[in-house]
């Protein structure tokens, strides 16, 4: 095998290892960009491109995403945004200083991956520093940054490779390694001297048992109806439809008044798998109000309700206070390209409780910094989502969320049918978790940190670390395209 070939193909394997899936690879997300950036065999953009669409589609197939159109578009344009960083070292870099060519990779990346968020709106899928999901010193620099900071240390890790590999000289890793050093010291110390305060508020994620969510299946089976084919469900009989949605709203109201009982000030019910007709919806949530009152629980359910008007469907998490009155009824603000449902108008909500303000929004909502925003704005001292997730991506969506703790300052409690459930704290520790396919029936019990939120420099001061790697992307270009070729000599010479 060639030496080119060789680089090629251990691009390929590293990025495959490094692209966030459920198995992904931390360490492989810092090596793959090295050897395809030293790539340099004829054509070598194009197989660079080749390499990089090889491991979206292995991320597609992972996440079970390869045959939805609007995730194949989307994560296509995400490819090509990414290979524009490769494109920008190769031509761009030789025309620089050598430390400031290093630069041109990273601030490239970083910025191709705002631009996504930006532009395509897909979340912020696909970032290069949400593999980094459980290195908490170097998280923290999210809390200035967001996530294109990591992506950022992480490609000029890379490029600074590539030159300290060009010209045999160790040395050239002597800035980077003080920057790193930097980073995971300050990482370190917000986590030991800002630790969030020891007094805390018990909470508890609940879901149906396995049992009760087969039953109500096989009985909507029974009856030839799928629960997604909302129309179907909507004129189906009303009789049936309610027998059949029964075992997991009961099972879940259950489970609710157990916790609430136990000591469980907020509980938090999954995303959909709770389902009513919305002739029953007054019915669901008199009964949930009986539980909040005699407990003095907050109870925030969530569920899909179905209505007699196209789309037939409505994805709603619902806050229900101690004293039996509804503090929000929200609709989901970002609907899946899966979920055939009209988007809420995208206000995030809030009510106050002697544990904190509390803020709410559905599974999706939290992949948009933008709109997750709004609960840092608002004052929001907890973060309450209900989610629903599969095989494929059970992990990885869990894992994504932490970075909107460490962004904006608050706790997250984050309840997932088919997936990962998990309480975290405003700096980003996980200090509970369950797993849906791991057990009978998913109940996370856990005490949050009770506290004011906690201010960030990124709640603050927003993306503007993205833009300035946007700006000086297009410095770095506009300052190479204009040395001259003597120049250009002179530098290769020294």
């Known amino acids: 095998m060639t030496k080119s070939k060789l680089l090629w193909w251990s691009g390929v394997v590293l990025l495959a290892l ?82 400031l060519g290093t630069l041109v990779f990273p601030a490239t990346l970083a ?50 490779a590539v030159w300290a590999w060009e010209t045999r000289n160790a040395r050239r890793f002597v800035v980077y390694g003080l920057v790193l050093a930097a980073v995971f010291a300050a990482g370190a110390a917000r986590l030991t001297f800002f630790a969030p305060t020891e007094k805390s508020v018990r909470v508890a994620a609940v879901s149906p048992s396995h049992t009760a969510d087969e039953r109500s299946g096989d009985a909507l089976s029974t009856m030839d109806i799928e629960y997604w084919r909302a129309a179907e469900v909507a004129t189906a009989e009303p009789g049936a439809i309610r027998a059949a949605f029964a075992p997991v709203t009961d099972d879940l109201l259950e489970q609710t008044r157990t916790q609430a009982r136990a000591g469980a000030k907020i509980v938090l019910w999954p995303e959909t798998h709770a389902r009513v007709l919305e002739r029953d919806h007054r019915e669901l949530l008199d009964s949930a109000a009986v539980i909040a009152r005699e407990t003095g629980a907050y109870v925030n359910l969530a569920y899909a309700m179905y209505t007699g008007e196209a789309p037939n469907i409505r994805n709603l998490s619902t806050m229900i206070t101690p004293a039996g009155e509804i503090a929000w009824t929200y609709d989901k603000s970002r609907p899946t390209p899966m979920e055939p449902m009209t988007p809420g108008p995208g206000e995030v909500p809030t009510v106050d409780t002697p544990y904190g303000r509390i803020a709410g929004v559905i599974c999706y909502d939290a992949d948009f910094p933008h709109l997750m925003r709004q609960a840092a704005d608002k004052g ?89 790697c946007l700006a000086g992307a297009a410095a770095l270009a506009l300052t190479a395209l204009r040395r001259s070729p003597a120049t250009e000599a002179a530098h290769a010479t020294r």
Do not use: C
């Open 18 to 99: 490094s692209v966030h899936t459920n198995w992904a690879s931390p360490l492989a997300a810092w090596l793959f960009a090295v050897p395809l950036l030293l790539f340099t065999a004829p054509r070598g953009l194009p197989k660079v491109l080749g390499a990089l669409a090889i491991g979206t589609t292995v991320w597609l197939a992972a996440t079970s995403l390869l045959f939805v159109p609007a995730a194949l578009l989307a994560f296509g344009a995400l490819t090509v945004l990414q290979w524009l960083a490769f494109v920008a070292h190769k031509l761009l870099s030789p025309r620089l200083p050598g430390f």
């Open 111 to 160: 910025g191709a991956e705002y631009l996504f968020a930006l532009v395509i709106r897909f979340g912020d899928y696909g970032a290069l520093g949400s593999t980094q999901h459980a290195n908490l010193p170097l998280l923290q620099l999210a809390s200035v940054t967001g996530v294109y900071g990591i992506t950022f240390l992480m490609g000029w890790f890379a490029s600074t």
């Open 380 to 468: 929001a001292d907890l973060l309450l989502v209900p989610a629903n997730d599969w095989a494929g991506f059970s992990e990885l969506h869990a894992e994504k969320a932490v970075f909107r703790d460490i962004e904006y300052g608050y706790s997250m409690l984050r309840n997932s049918s088919h997936g990962l459930s998990t309480a975290t704290d405003a700096q980003g520790r996980v200090l509970a978790s369950t797993d849906w396919f791991r057990t009978d029936q998913q109940t996370l019990v856990a005490n949050l940190p009770l506290q004011p939120r906690t201010s960030t420099v990124y709640s603050t001061v927003g993306d503007v670390f993205a833009w300035l």
